[in-house]
């Protein structure tokens, strides 16, 4: 499952996301989206589970939470539509 994580702080980096998540089930991969030009947070980012079951408890434990400062928030990410 990829998840969308909303509203990071700019401190928030892809190590401390993967490391947040980790805390439920394992994590494949956490990326903070950065802002092409200027190199600095956009203040979202995705974390991807390979087990569904892990990937819907870490969801549910991690809405709201604070993380660095800021309650994030939390959705299944949606598929992407070519351009």
Do not use: Y
Request: aromatic residues 6%.
């Amino acid at each position: 499952m990829n998840i969308f994580v909303g509203n990071l702080s700019w401190g928030v980096d892809d190590a401390a996301l993967q490391e947040a998540f980790e805390a439920h089930g394992v994590v494949e991969r956490a990326k903070v989206i950065q802002d092409r030009e200027t190199g600095r947070s956009r203040g979202f980012g995705f974390v991807e589970m390979p087990n569904q079951a892990e990937a819907e408890a870490a969801l549910e434990a991690m809405e709201g939470k604070d993380l660095m400062g800021r309650s994030i928030r939390c959705n299944e990410s949606e598929a992407r539509e070519r351009r």
